[in-house]
């Protein structure tokens, strides 16, 4: 094999175009093998695998910095870098990360898992290079797909002007996670049908020189082109035409489904009996937004280009037609888009994941909540999870809960879910937040009647004394288990509230709990600092009811496993009770 002889990037530039060309379909193999295994970003990374070895071949890493956009397209420099062991051998397949990590290695120079960012990023090192007289290529490597994000756009326009070496290498294989959506895709498809010569050329209005590679999965002509722009003085881009999924069996019939793959995918049959379908928050959701698309032409459902991530399936989106769009890699627009359309007089359902709501706080505040647009923003995958750090959702608590007008709800059943989804829906006077649990599907029978429109009126649903457990959302099943071990274990019958919305107090309700409640504990699916507890603790302040607060700390994990982060953070039904047990001033709360 020659994959045995490369272990770094010198040993790329000892090998023949023969060995080079053996090299890509052997790493295209591990990287199957090991993908079904463990799961992780599939598509990408094997579209990419003949650039990264002619990117290796010509240039001179770590001196040359190659740096990646989103990152889920580095597991073969990763192989190539030092790295090989973490695709070779099982033991080791869960030792690195799924994206760069200067901490694994000095090939690696910023941590990135978010899209759009590689451009910037490039330009800024580019820009310290020439400040401090250094030498060296810097090479951003960009999807297509990326290309739809805002502040690729922002990277283009000041790279442009840089006036020294940064080359910008488009991977173009007509396809982002779904497909492409916008305009400049259109001039991508017609620079691919001229071989780049069509006079109409988006990069090089900005002021680019530009090179086209048709063959971009062929490594002699990605090498011969990579040579004449290395040490090039100048902003270059570098477009090449790749097969996203390239050696995948199957890959061409679902694109989509390939992007990320669970494990043990690849070992399914057509001829395996299909899941039965079962009910679940996604389902729930595109159902609703079917119903009521049927009656209403304006209603819209919104994605910025991760419909899976929630259910929006290929058949959802047909039956949507116009009343479905997906703007790209573009939350910060799809929020200011949302806004203008509720505005307006559509009703807009907004569906985002937790980690990439981050990227929109901006249009949160001035595009939307300072015009209080109604639209119904769905937060997916808001949660304490075992997800490598770039990928979070432990922060969308403190970043949207905050914001003056916004109402953040978090449902702790199908029910809840349903009647908030309903409330939202019908009225105009505020923009509501929604987080889907992250959790096991509850349904309890019973239909929820709670009157939406009457902010921050809290469900008391276990009336107690001594002790009152408040579980929010997610959390609110592991209050129930609290308040059962508390009974059990020392005796008290603990009050259970169900808050409902994140975004204010239950005055009347908080200030009931005065008379008999001597300990307040709150829990949240989240970040503590700047979430929903620390409302609760601030508003007992001045009073002698104590407050404990349970949630995530402030800290970036990466692939903790979620156990431990529970037992971390005290999230186990136990170690609140001992908690409870051990507060100095709480010993008077349990019967001797």
């Given at each position: 094999?020659?994959?045995?002889?490369?272990?770094?990037?010198?040993?790329?530039?000892?090998?023949?175009?023969?060995?080079?060309?053996?090299?890509?379909?052997?790493?295209?193999?591990?990287?199957?093998?090991?993908?079904?295994?463990?799961g992780?970003?599939?598509?990408?990374?094997?579209?990419?695998?003949?650039?990264?070895i002619?990117?290796?071949?010509?240039?001179?890493?770590?001196?040359?910095?190659?740096?990646?956009?989103?990152?889920?397209?580095?597991?073969?420099?990763?192989?190539?870098?030092?790295?090989?062991?973490?695709?070779t051998?099982?033991?080791?397949?869960?030792?690195?990360?799924?994206?760069?990590?200067?901490?694994?290695?000095?090939?690696?120079?910023?941590?990135?898992?978010?899209?759009?960012?590689?451009?910037?990023?490039?330009?800024?090192?580019?820009?310290?290079?020439?400040?401090?007289?250094?030498?060296?290529?810097?090479?951003?490597?960009?999807?297509?797909?990326?290309?739809?994000?805002?502040?690729?756009?922002?990277?283009?326009?000041?790279?442009?002007?840089?006036?020294?070496?940064i080359?910008?290498?488009?991977?173009?294989?007509?396809?982002?996670?779904?497909?492409?959506?916008?305009?400049?895709?259109?001039?991508?498809?017609?620079?691919?049908?001229?071989?780049?010569?069509?006079?109409?050329?988006?990069?090089?209005?900005?002021g680019?020189?530009?090179?086209?590679?048709?063959?971009?999965?062929?490594?002699?002509?990605?090498?011969?082109?990579?040579k004449?722009?290395?040490?090039?003085?100048?902003?270059?881009?570098?477009?090449?035409?790749?097969?996203?999924?390239?050696?995948?069996?199957?890959?061409?019939?679902n694109?989509?489904?390939?992007?990320?793959?669970?494990?043990?995918?690849?070992?399914?049959?057509?001829?395996?009996?299909q899941?039965?379908?079962?009910?679940?928050?996604?389902?729930?959701?595109?159902?609703?937004?079917?119903?009521?698309?049927?009656?209403?032409?304006?209603?819209?459902?919104?994605t910025?280009?991760?419909?899976?991530?929630?259910?929006?399936?290929?058949?959802?989106?047909?039956?949507?037609?116009?009343?479905?769009?997906?703007?790209?890699?573009?939350?910060?627009?799809?929020?200011?888009?949302?806004?203008?359309?509720?505005?307006?007089?559509?009703?807009?359902?907004?569906?985002?994941?937790?980690?990439?709501?981050?990227?929109?706080?901006?249009?949160?505040s001035?595009?939307?909540?300072l015009?209080?647009?109604?639209?119904?923003?769905?937060?997916?995958?808001?949660?304490?999870?075992?997800?490598?750090?770039?990928?979070?959702?432990?922060?969308?608590?403190?970043?949207?809960?905050?914001?003056?007008?916004?109402?953040?709800?978090?449902?702790?059943?199908?029910?809840?879910?349903?009647?908030?989804?309903?409330?939202?829906?019908?009225?105009?006077?505020?923009?509501?937040?929604?987080?889907?649990?992250?959790?096991?599907?509850?349904?309890?029978?019973?239909?929820?009647?709670?009157?939406?429109?009457?902010?921050?009126?809290?469900?008391?649903?276990?009336?107690?004394?001594?002790?009152?457990?408040?579980?929010?959302?997610?959390?609110y099943?592991?209050?129930?288990?609290?308040?059962?071990?508390?009974?059990?274990?020392?005796?008290?019958?603990?009050?259970?509230?169900?808050?409902?919305?994140i975004?204010?107090?239950?005055?009347?309700?908080?200030?009931?709990?005065?008379?008999?409640?001597?300990?307040?504990?709150?829990?949240?699916?989240?970040?503590?600092?700047?979430?929903?507890?620390?409302?609760?603790?601030?508003?007992?302040?001045?009073?002698?009811?104590?407050?404990?607060?349970?949630?995530?700390?402030?800290?970036?994990?990466?692939r903790?496993?979620?156990?431990?982060?529970?037992?971390?953070?005290?999230?186990?039904?136990?170690?609140?009770?001992?908690?409870?047990?051990?507060?100095?001033?709480?010993?008077?709360?349990?019967?001797?």
């Amino acid at each position: 094999m020659v994959l045995e002889k490369v272990n770094f990037p010198n040993d790329v530039k000892e090998l023949s175009l023969d060995e080079m060309n053996t090299l890509a379909e052997e790493m295209r193999q591990i990287i199957m093998k090991k993908v079904n295994t463990t799961g992780g970003h599939f598509g990408p990374n094997l579209g990419i695998v003949e650039a990264t070895i002619a990117l290796h071949n010509v240039f001179d890493s770590p001196k040359d910095k190659i740096i990646f956009d989103v990152s889920h397209q580095c597991y073969p420099h990763k192989i190539l870098t030092g790295r090989k062991e973490g695709f070779t051998t099982p033991e080791s397949y869960c030792k690195y990360t799924g994206y760069t990590a200067p901490e694994e290695s000095e090939h690696d120079h910023y941590k990135v898992g978010h899209t759009s960012t590689s451009v910037s990023l490039a330009t800024g090192t580019a820009k310290a290079r020439d400040l401090k007289g250094e030498k060296g290529n810097v090479i951003a490597l960009i999807g297509d797909g990326s290309l739809s994000g805002g502040e690729a756009y922002e990277g283009f326009n000041n790279a442009a002007v840089l006036g020294s070496n940064i080359i910008i290498v488009v991977n173009d294989n007509d396809m982002s996670i779904a497909e492409n959506q916008g305009g400049l895709y259109e001039n991508l498809k017609l620079l691919r049908e001229t071989n780049g010569e069509a006079p109409c050329n988006f990069f090089k209005s900005l002021g680019f020189d530009y090179y086209y590679v048709d063959e971009g999965n062929n490594v002699e002509k990605l090498i011969q082109t990579f040579k004449k722009v290395k040490d090039i003085n100048h902003p270059v881009v570098v477009h090449i035409h790749t097969i996203k999924g390239l050696g995948a069996p199957n890959y061409e019939q679902n694109k989509e489904a390939y992007h990320w793959i669970c494990p043990g995918i690849l070992d399914k049959k057509d001829s395996d009996k299909q899941p039965v379908k079962t009910e679940n928050y996604d389902n729930l959701t595109t159902d609703f937004i079917l119903d009521k698309a049927k009656n209403d032409k304006t209603v819209v459902a919104i994605t910025p280009a991760t419909p899976g991530a929630y259910g929006f399936t290929k058949d959802f989106r047909e039956k949507l037609g116009k009343q479905y769009v997906d703007v790209g890699i573009a939350e910060e627009h799809a929020v200011a888009y949302a806004s203008a359309l509720a505005k307006q007089g559509a009703k807009p359902f907004l569906a985002i994941m937790s980690s990439f709501v981050q990227r929109t706080y901006d249009q949160l505040s001035q595009d939307l909540c300072l015009n209080n647009s109604p639209i119904t923003m769905l937060v997916y995958w808001g949660s304490i999870t075992p997800a490598d750090a770039t990928h979070l959702g432990t922060f969308d608590i403190p970043l949207i809960a905050n914001i003056p007008n916004m109402v953040y709800l978090a449902p702790t059943c199908k029910e809840e879910y349903l009647a908030m989804l309903e409330w939202s829906y019908n009225q105009n006077d505020y923009p509501v937040a929604i987080r889907v649990p992250y959790a096991n599907f509850v349904s309890t029978g019973v239909k929820d009647d709670t009157d939406y429109s009457k902010l921050n009126k809290y469900s008391l649903d276990k009336q107690g004394e001594k002790v009152a457990i408040i579980g929010l959302g997610n959390f609110y099943h592991l209050g129930r288990k609290v308040v059962d071990e508390i009974k059990d274990k020392l005796g008290i019958d603990a009050t259970l509230i169900n808050p409902k919305f994140i975004t204010g107090v239950d005055t009347e309700l908080l200030n009931s709990l005065k008379q008999n409640h001597k300990l307040v504990i709150t829990l949240e699916d989240g970040e503590i600092d700047g979430g929903f507890g620390e409302k609760i603790t601030r508003f007992y302040g001045d009073s002698e009811v104590k407050v404990l607060n349970y949630g995530s700390k402030k800290e970036f994990t990466d692939r903790v496993p979620l156990d431990e982060l529970y037992k971390r953070y005290r999230l186990t039904k136990e170690q609140i009770v001992e908690d409870i047990k051990n507060m100095s001033e709480a010993a008077s709360l349990v019967e001797v």
